[in-house]
C-alpha cells in the first residue's frame, strides 16, 4: 500500500514537472527575425501546413515587405479534387492559395527542381541567388520549424552576402499551441517529432 502510495506521489510530481516543462519545449523551437524590407518571400514546402504558411506569406507580401514570393517543389501531391480531376500538387495548389490571399500570379517565382527537406531549400535558394542576385529573403515557415530553418539557411548560405529573416503564423490554427501541444497526436508530430529531426540536421549538416 505504502509502495503504490509513493508510486502514485512521484508520477504526481513527474505529471506536474511535465506540465511546467511541455511549454517551454515548445516555445524554444520558435523563433523570429523580422525584416521591414526584404527582396523576396521565401515559403518553406509542408504539405500538412502550405494552408497557414502561404496566408503569412501573402500578408507580409500586402504589407509590401517584398515585391515577390519564392515557393519550392516538394513533389508531393494532395487528396484528389473532382474539380481537377487530379491530385493537384502541393506547389499548385500553394500557388493557388497565394492568389486567393491577395499575391498576383506574376509576383510568384517556383524555384526549378524538386526538394526533399529544408536543406535542399536552402541549397535551392543558393541557386536562385547565384543566378539572381537577392540582397534579403524574408523566409515563411511554421512556428516550430523556425530555429531549425534558420540556422540552416544561415549555414548553407553563408558567405553569399544575403540578410535572412524569418516569419511564421502563431500556432493554433493548423498546429497546436505550446500549452497543449502534448495533448495531440499532431502535437507530437510537430514539436517532439522537430526535435528528432534537428537531431539529426545538427548531425550531418
Known sequence: MRRKATLTLIFCLLFGVWIIVA???ATHLIVEKPLEHADAIMVLSGSAVYK???????????????????????????????SDKTNPTIVELEQRELIANGVIPEAIRVLPGKVA???????????????????????????????????TFEKILAGKNVTLGIA?????????????WWLKLRGWQTVAGEYVKSAVYWAYY
Not at 168 to 180: A, Q
Open 23 to 25: 511549454p517551454f519545449l
Open 52 to 82: 497557414e504558411r502561404t496566408k503569412k506569406a501573402a500578408e507580409l507580401y500586402k504589407q509590401g515587405i517584398a515585391p515577390i514570393v519564392i515557393v519550392t517543389d516538394d513533389g508531393e501531391r494532395a487528396r484528389w479534387f473532382d
Open 117 to 151: 527537406g529544408t536543406d535542399d531549400e536552402a541549397k535551392a535558394l543558393r541557386d536562385e541567388i547565384a543566378a539572381r542576385p537577392l540582397g534579403s529573403v524574408l523566409i515563411v515557415t511554421s512556428a516550430y520549424h523556425t530555429r531549425r530553418a534558420l540556422a
Open 168 to 180: 511564421s503564423p502563431p500556432p493554433g490554427d493548423y498546429t497546436p499551441t505550446p500549452n497543449y
